[in-house]
């Protein structure tokens, strides 16, 4: 098999080697002039920059519970949402892998693995359990690989 038919799974946070490519792994970032417990607080948060349910969610305990609060329809999303959420996952994710050396080793010794977030649960941002899904976290997080490898040169 050759590196462009190399396909690597994620999903689980805990996983190893691969659990850190997770929003939800215990990494913090500091993004936007803010530091986050995970990026999935972050990415949640920005759902709701410039309100008071930022920092609500920014604030929760668990990455579980920034997500529940962050799809919570309940909260306004801003109007912008749609339109900026692909490349606020990138600058959240280069974050998050350019402050934490130990998990940019991992994604970069992926080589040019293709990276997949395998799971039924979300079909955007995952490949929704059997591969139908459009897989945007794997497709982010290989971004994010070429772009530090690009900026790594000597």
């Known amino acids: 098999m050759s590196d462009d038919e190399h396909v690597i799974n994620f999903y689980r946070p805990n996983e ?91 994604l970069l010794e992926t080589g040019d693995a293709t990276l997949v977030e395998h799971t039924g649960n979300d079909s955007y941002w995952g490949d929704g359990g059997d591969g139908s899904g459009r897989n945007q976290l794997g497709k982010t997080l290989m971004r994010v690989r070429e772009t530090i490898k690009n900026n790594i040169k000597n």
């Open 16 to 106: 190893i080697p691969y659990g850190p490519f997770s929003n939800f792994s215990r990494h913090t970032v500091f993004y936007n002039n803010v530091l986050a417990k995970t990026s999935e607080h972050i990415f949640q948060a920005m759902k709701f920059e410039g309100t008071q349910h930022f920092n609500d969610v920014l604030n929760t305990k668990t990455p579980g519970d920034s997500a529940k609060m962050g799809r919570d329809r309940k909260r306004p999303l801003r109007k912008d949402w749609e339109g900026v959420k692909d490349e606020l996952m990138y600058e959240i994710c280069l974050a998050k892998f350019s402050q934490h050396k130990d998990i940019q080793k991992i």
